[in-house]
């Protein structure tokens, strides 16, 4: 599991509020496009139009337009928004020279060296560097040392090294921040489970769950476990609540068909089955699901 990618923290969020922090103009994009044919050195021009591309999911073409902004605006603002993208991108190596760069020309009192560390942590993560993303982790650390998101980075690498009890020891340092980190709670889960404590791993997973309830790693592990021991009624409910609260995931999807199926709920598994297909068609599984929902004669 990559709780990284999960905790996170740190993605396009954050990129919409670097590039919304620079002061521009309120204009349409193809105002902004032509208004870079005729000045294409007007880098508050292109910010924002790398914000609306960023906004609308563009990030190949942010990215395009952030990299000629930086060729002409060389500051921590611009090489930070530029590696963001990248990151999100997983061009991890540009993003790592950039954010190195960021953090070469920062300066001293910028609020976002934090997040711009935790990021290059996060980074080296991806790129299994983990003594470098330690190290990254511990600068975020130094300027911010309650961030209970922090802790479930720091989590997330000791899981990285296979070293359950310094995992444990973030994650519960992260509860203690802040007791509504779900992400923490699925970390801690994960701990307990490798130490051998099943019942207090699956209540803590529980808990992840009820504070929030569209937690994906948290309901994967959710059916992982707990078919594993038994509860396969509880699953059924809680796999249940979780597409009823807007949640969607084939696997999961198709794991409450298929428990719908072993209790007799025909009717609920063929419109699951009818839900994967409309989304997938060519989903292996759900063919299979399918075909074997015709040959009971009960689609």
């Known amino acids: 599991m990559n709780l990284e990618n999960q905790s996170g923290d740190y993605g ?89 760069q960021a953090s070469m020309v920062a300066p001293e009192d910028s609020s976002d060296l934090f997040e711009l560390y935790k990021l290059m942590g996060n980074v080296f993560v991806r790129l299994r560097s983990f003594e470098l993303a330690e190290d990254s982790y511990n600068r975020a650390h130094r300027i911010d040392p309650d961030s209970d998101v922090l802790q479930v980075n720091l989590g997330a690498l000791a899981i990285q090294r296979q070293d359950w009890d310094s995992s444990l020891f973030h994650f519960r340092k992260a509860v203690e921040s802040s007791r509504a980190n779900d992400k923490a709670w699925v970390g801690l889960a994960i701990g307990h489970r490798m130490k051998g404590d099943l019942d207090l791993a699956w209540g803590n997973l529980l808990t992840a769950i009820e504070l929030n309830p569209l937690n994906d790693s948290a309901m994967n592990l959710i059916v992982d476990w707990g078919l594993g021991l038994g509860k396969e009624t509880e699953v059924h409910g809680l796999v249940r609540n979780y597409l009823c609260e807007g949640g969607w995931s084939e696997s999961l999807s198709l794991v409450f068909a298929a428990l719908c199926m072993r209790r007799g709920e025909v009717a609920i598994a063929k419109l699951e089955v009818e839900r994967v297909l409309a989304v997938n068609p060519k989903h292996e599984n759900a063919l299979q699901m399918a075909l074997q929902l015709r040959s009971r004669g009960q689609v």
């Open 12 to 100: 396009r969020t954050q990129l919409k509020s670097n590039l919304n922090s620079i002061s521009r103009p309120q204009l349409e994009r193809d105002d902004l496009y032509l208004i870079l044919q005729i000045t294409p050195h007007d880098s508050v021009i292109a910010m924002e139009l790398a914000r609306q591309l960023s906004t609308s999911g563009q990030l190949e073409e942010a990215s395009k337009v952030l990299g000629a902004v930086v060729k002409m605006d060389y500051r921590f603002e611009t090489l930070f928004a530029l590696g963001q993208a990248e990151y999100e991108l997983q061009q991890d190596e540009q993003a790592l020279d950039h954010l190195h």
